[in-house]
């Protein structure tokens, strides 16, 4: 009995045992299910936030980015092009494919699958702005296309990269073949031809847009050559739309290059495309003194292109200041009328300066005047060219450097 009494003891004792293990093993699972349910609620609230996080975020993006409206065969949206598809024409961004550094970043050269040459400017993704002009960029390029404005073919705003793909100019910048890079010198004709090619382009982007287009950057760097030297304007960065109808001015803050800016927009911040007429002009006088447009390493009265050059054709002496390789190859009227055209542009004021349509039509006349046959007077045809005239020049420049360098 005390036996069965303890083996009964013994069974209520397990009984009791196992209701308490039951117990804890519910309490547990019941913890566990309550804590999964908790875990997926806030699972699903996470995930709802960073779906809804994703969604501000791609609308953010999506702002930057301006959809072209001509196809490519790189994307079905325009004008975008795959990262991974620029990254195999440049061979990964190699450094020793750069053509150019500038304010935006760095141009590469690349080509694309199909065998076309491109350059690829890589923008900086922290710079606000390269933003600004990476939008502008392509907003300006896609509404018009040109024979004197360079072409966009493509852009990439994957990964927050700013990429811009231009067509390839294979001559480079206008800069780099009047002097500091060793190229040979061009002709006057070619110099004249490149000058009306720009022309064009800056009359185009004035006149034939539903808006006003200012370029606000015309410089030697951003007039670009192709394998037959014809002139393309470039970098539209900085570009903005002109004045409404009941305006005569744009109030803005000053961008541009120094040697190159409007000296009325630079002290009143007001903006017209006299502004391209006046930067304009001093490249024409870059063209023809084949110098740069501020060099500190000339005397203090040759500092500035243009005021130095003024000074010489106030005086009807600007044969003097001419690129050396030049002497003897300039017809006297030729170089007259174009000496007119540089100093209108020049013009202290904008109202008193030319619009680029005159501009236009008188290099075309500079270059008429060049190419003039005289009947009858083959010597008159070989001999009237300007430096004979002017045996004063100096004519030991480095053509490379500063061919005019003749003090006032």
Same mark, same amino acid.
């Given at each position: 009995m005390n036996n069965s009494e303890g083996s009964l003891s013994a069974a209520d004792s397990v009984i009791i045992l196992s209701d308490s293990s039951s117990k804890k093993n519910v309490g547990v699972i019941v913890g566990v299910s309550i804590g999964a349910f908790i875990s997926v609620v806030l699972a699903g609230i996470l995930f709802v936030l960073y779906r809804k996080r994703r969604?501000?975020?791609?609308?953010?993006?999506?702002k930057t980015r301006i959809p072209l409206s001509m196809g490519s065969k790189y994307s079905n949206n325009g004008y975008r092009i795959p990262f991974l598809? @620029?990254?195999?024409a440049t061979n990964n961004f190699d450094e020793s494919w750069v053509i150019g550094i500038g304010g935006f970043g760095k141009v590469y050269k690349g080509v694309l699958s199909d065998g076309t040459k491109v350059a690829v400017k890589k923008g900086n993704p922290q710079s606000q702005q390269g933003l600004a002009e990476f939008q502008t960029e392509i907003e300006m390029l896609s509404q018009f296309r040109h024979r004197h404005l360079v072409s966009l073919i493509g852009y990439c705003d994957e990964k927050n990269e700013m990429i811009l793909v231009y067509e390839y100019m294979e001559n480079g910048t206008l800069k780099s073949h009047l002097y500091g890079s060793g190229l040979p010198s061009m002709s006057w004709k070619e110099r004249l031809e490149i000058c009306i090619g720009a022309a064009r382009g800056l009359h185009y982007l004035h006149t034939g847009y539903t808006k006003v287009i200012i370029h606000r950057d015309v410089k030697s760097a951003n007039i670009l050559l192709d394998e037959n030297l014809i002139a393309k304007v470039a970098d539209f960065g900085l570009s903005k739309t002109g004045p409404e109808i009941d305006q005569t001015h744009v109030s803005t803050a000053v961008k541009g290059s120094f040697g190159y800016l409007d000296p009325e927009y630079f002290w009143r911040q007001q903006l017209t495309e006299k502004s391209?007429?006046?930067?304009?002009?001093?490249? @024409?006088?870059?063209? @023809?003194?084949?110098r740069s447009v501020l060099d500190s390493s000339l005397s203090e009265e040759m500092l500035y292109l243009a005021e130095w050059a003024m000074k010489w054709q106030k005086r009807g002496q600007l044969d003097q200041i001419i690129d050396t390789t030049l002497v003897g190859k300039i017809r006297p009227d030729s170089l007259k009328k174009f000496g007119e055209i540089a100093e209108k542009c020049l013009a202290d004021s904008g109202v008193d300066r030319p619009s680029m349509g005159d501009v236009l039509w008188n290099l075309e006349y500079a270059l008429q005047l060049q190419e003039r046959v005289i009947d009858g007077d083959p010597k008159e045809?070989?001999?009237? @060219?300007?430096?004979e005239l002017s045996p004063q020049v100096n004519n030991s420049g480095d053509s490379?450097?500063?061919n005019s360098a003749v003090p006032v």
């Open positions: 969604r501000l975020d791609y609308q953010k993006q999506s598809a @620029l990254q195999e391209d007429v006046y930067s304009f002009g001093v490249v @024409l006088f870059e063209v @023809l003194c084949a045809n070989k001999s009237n @060219l300007i430096g490379n450097t500063s």
